[in-house]
C-alpha cells in the first residue's frame, strides 16, 4: 500500500481548488448583478452631466445678457441693430466659410447676430459662449445650398426673436423702451437663429396650430425643413434641451427655463414683444 504524505494531499487538493473555475450560472448571476448596477448608476450619471450642460448654459446666457449691457452701455442704451428701423441679421455663420478664422463683418448678410456682441466677451474667443452644451444640431441653411460641418454652426445655438427690436412696425431698440423687461425675452435656446413667427419660436401668437411647425421632426408633424433637408431630425427638442425645458434669458436680467407644454400651447406673445404680459412667467 502507498501512503501519500498529508502535506501532498493537502497540496493536492489546493491546486483542484484553484484550477475549479467559475460555473455557468454563477457568471450569469454575476453578470445580472453588474446590469442592474449599471441601469441604477447609467440614470443618476446621465441626470448629472445635463444637470453641469444646463448649468454651462444659464452662465453662457448671464454672460451674453452682461455683453448686451455693456453694448448698451457704450451706445447710447441701444441693443444692437442693423440699421435705425431696428434690423436684425438673419443668420448663423461667424466666420464667411470654413476655412476663415477671422470674425464676419457683423453687417453681412450672413452673420449670426451675437457677432455684434463678442467683442464685450473678448473677442473671436467670446463666440463660444453662444454654444449651448446640451445642443446637437442648429439651422445650418441646407435650404440656401450651405453643407458646412457640423462644427461650423456649434456657436449659434440661441435664438432671438425678430420683433424685439420692432414693436407694431416701428424701431423700438432703446433699453429704456422695453417698460416690461423682467417678462421680455432677449434670447433662448433654439434651432433656429433668428425667430420670426409661430413656425419657429415657441408662441402661438393667436393663430392656434402648433409651435415650432417648421422645423418638428417627422413623425409625428410634416416635417417642413426638418424633413426634406434634415432627415426628419427633431427639432423641436433643440428649443427644449434641458430636460424638455428652454434655457431663456429675459431683458431684466433673470435666466430660467420655460417647461415644454405641448406643441398646441405657446408661451404668451408679449414675452418676445414686450407688451404687458398676458401670463406670469413663474417657472
Known sequence: MTFVPITTRAAG?????????FTLIELLVVIAIIAILAGMLLPALG????????????????????????????NSDSLWVLDNMGGMP????????????ALIDPRNGLAYWGVGYVKYLGGA?????????????????????????????????????????????KPRFKIPSFLNPQTTIFCHDAAEQKMEGSSDSLSLFGSGGTILSQWIGSPPGSGGLSKSLYNGYHFEWEWFRHNQK????????????????????????????????????RF
Not at 13 to 21: C, I
Not at 159 to 167: A, F
Not at 246 to 273: A, H, Q
Request: proline content about 6%; aromatic content about 14%.
Open 13 to 21: 487538493s489546493a491546486r483542484r481548488f484553484e484550477n475549479r473555475g
Open 47 to 74: 441626470h448629472a452631466k445635463e444637470k453641469g450642460r444646463s448649468g454651462k448654459c444659464t452662465s453662457n446666457l448671464h454672460q451674453i445678457y452682461v455683453a448686451m449691457s455693456m453694448y448698451a452701455e457704450d
Open 90 to 101: 438673419n443668420d448663423g455663420q461667424w466666420q464667411l466659410n470654413p476655412r476663415s478664422e
Open 125 to 169: 474667443g467670446g463666440k463660444a459662449t453662444f454654444g449651448c452644451p446640451s445642443a446637437r444640431t442648429v439651422d445650418e441653411w441646407h435650404d440656401d445650398g450651405r453643407f458646412y460641418p457640423k462644427e461650423f454652426w456649434k456657436n449659434s445655438t440661441y435664438g432671438i426673436y425678430g420683433d424685439l427690436t420692432v414693436l407694431k412696425g
Open 246 to 281: 428652454c434655457e431663456t434669458v429675459w431683458m431684466g436680467g433673470n435666466v430660467s427655463l420655460i417647461p415644454f407644454r405641448g406643441f398646441n400651447k405657446g408661451i404668451d406673445p408679449n414675452w418676445y414683444t414686450g407688451e404687458p404680459p398676458v401670463e406670469n412667467p
